[in-house]
C-alpha cells in the first residue's frame, strides 16, 4: 500500500491563481519530500522538509508539514502554465531505511 | 554531471524476449533505485542498492525480474522472459541518502511495451 495519498488526484486553475495540493500519510516519518513529473519525464526533486520543520519556501513553492496530522500540502503562488505536471509526495519513514515511498500523485493544468 | 543516465528510452518486444535496462547513477551517489510506473500502479520501488548491494527486492514482482549492480556506475534490470502486463516506464534513480536536501534524482525513464 502507498505511504502517502495526494490530494486532489487532478486540479485544473487558471495562470496566475495558487494551487494547493495535499499529502497524507501513515507512519512516522524522517522527512517528506515533493516531486514534480513532466509528462514523459522523471520525476525532479523540488523540495524537502524534515520531520522537525513546519514550513518550508523555495521560490513560488511553500510547503508545510503536520506531523500531528500526518499530512502536508504543497503550495505553488502565482502558477504558470509551465507549472503543468504532476506532483508527488514521498516519505522517508522512520523504519524504511533510505527508501522513498511515494503517493499516487496530483495531476496540475495550468490554463494560460 | 549529466545527471541519472538511463538506456534504451524506449523498447518494444515480443512476448517471451529477454529485455535488458540498463542505468548509470549520479557520480559518488551511493543509493540506486528502480521503480516501474503505470496508470492503475503508479511508481512502485521494485529494488533498491546500497553501495552495490542489493538491499531490498520485495517489490520485485516475479523470478521472472532480477537486478544486478556489477560497479558503483552501473546497473541493470532484466526480465525473462517478459509478458505484456510488464508493459510500464521503468526508472532508475540514484541517491546519496535521503537526509540531504537533494532527495533523488531520476533518469528519463524506459518505457517497454512488451506485445
Known amino acids: 500500500s502507498q505511504q502517502g495519498e495526494e490530494d486532489p488526484q487532478a486540479l485544473s486553475i487558471q495562470e496566475g491563481e495558487n494551487a494547493t495540493m495535499n499529502c497524507s500519510y501513515k507512519?512516522?516519518?524522517?522527512?517528506l519530500q515533493w516531486y514534480r513529473q513532466n509528462s514523459g519525464r522523471g520525476l525532479v526533486h523540488l523540495i524537502l522538509?524534515?520531520?522537525?520543520?513546519r514550513e518550508k519556501h523555495s521560490g513560488r513553492l511553500r510547503v508545510t508539514l503536520d506531523t500531528s496530522k500526518k499530512s502536508s500540502s504543497l503550495l505553488i503562488t502565482a502558477s504558470r502554465a509551465a507549472d503543468t505536471a504532476s506532483y508527488f509526495c514521498?516519505?522517508?519513514?522512520?523504519?524504511?531505511?533510505?527508501?522513498?515511498?511515494f503517493g499516487g500523485g496530483t495531476r496540475l493544468m495550468v490554463k494560460p | 554531471d549529466a545527471g541519472v543516465i538511463q538506456s534504451p528510452r524506449h523498447e518494444v518486444t515480443e512476448m517471451g524476449q529477454e529485455v535488458t535496462l540498463r542505468c548509470k547513477p549520479i557520480s559518488g551517489h551511493n543509493s540506486l533505485f528502480w521503480y516501474r510506473q503505470t496508470m492503475m500502479r503508479g511508481l512502485e520501488l521494485l529494488i533498491y542498492?546500497?553501495?552495490?548491494?542489493?538491499?531490498?527486492d520485495s517489490g520485485m514482482p516475479e523470478d521472472r525480474f532480477s537486478a544486478k549492480m556489477p560497479n558503483a556506475s552501473f546497473s541493470t534490470l532484466k526480465i525473462q522472459p517478459s509478458e505484456p502486463r510488464d508493459s510500464a516506464v521503468y526508472f532508475c534513480?540514484?541517491?546519496?541518502?535521503?537526509?540531504?536536501?537533494?532527495?533523488?534524482?531520476f533518469g528519463s525513464g524506459t518505457r517497454l511495451t512488451v506485445v
Open positions: 507512519t512516522s516519518i524522517n522527512n
Open positions: 514521498a516519505t522517508d519513514a522512520d523504519n524504511a531505511g533510505n527508501m522513498l515511498t
Open positions: 522538509i524534515r520531520s522537525n520543520e
Open positions: 534513480a540514484s541517491s546519496l541518502g535521503t537526509s540531504g536536501p537533494s532527495g533523488y534524482t
Open positions: 542498492f546500497n553501495n552495490n548491494v542489493p538491499i531490498d
